[in-house]
């Protein structure tokens, strides 16, 4: 099998089940957003390779977001009860870190930069902002669970507080 196939060139793309749309259309642009996070993410565990525990965080967090982009790229809204499970089951586990990380600290703006690992956690930061600002463009034309909004928001208050470390 070929890596290009040719299809996309006259400007649309596949969603899932074989549905043709345009390449800006909105979940192909949320998707995008959060291809490119997904990336990022993938950077800073590779700049956090000292620490086993946050990696494997890390790496369940990425299993989400490929869960969250198939929601996306599928007309299909029904998903098995095990997939949504998943995606509580981190938000909890995010939320005890980020307690766990800010303690008694409150909320304050930081200037990115303090090392190349924080750089790049505040830049995960800021692109989950604009994959969840993508999810709401698409949830006003396709609804998207609320367990994957709530995740967005969780994840980027995650970063911020990794970002601590």
Request: net charge neutral.
């Amino acid at each position: 099998m070929k890596i290009y196939t040719k299809t996309g060139d006259q400007g649309q793309t596949s969603l899932t089940q074989g549905l043709r749309v345009d390449k800006d259309d909105v979940r192909i642009e949320a998707n995008g957003e959060l291809d490119e996070l997904n990336a990022i993410i993938g950077i800073v565990k590779s700049l956090m390779q000292d620490d086993y525990i946050h990696v494997k965080k890390l790496d369940r967090i990425q299993q989400c977001l490929m869960y969250v982009m198939s929601c996306v790229a599928s007309d299909e809204r029904m998903r098995q009860k095990k997939d949504v499970d998943m995606l509580i089951e981190v938000n909890s586990g995010m939320e005890k870190e980020i307690d766990l990380i800010a303690g008694e600290k409150n909320f304050g703006f930081v200037l990115p930069g303090q090392n190349r690992l924080s750089a790049f956690v505040h830049l995960a930061r800021a692109k989950t902002r604009t994959g969840e600002r993508r999810l709401w463009t698409v949830n006003r034309l396709y609804p998207v669970m609320p367990e994957i909004m709530q995740f967005m928001n969780r994840l980027s208050d995650y970063f911020y507080a990794l970002s601590l470390l």
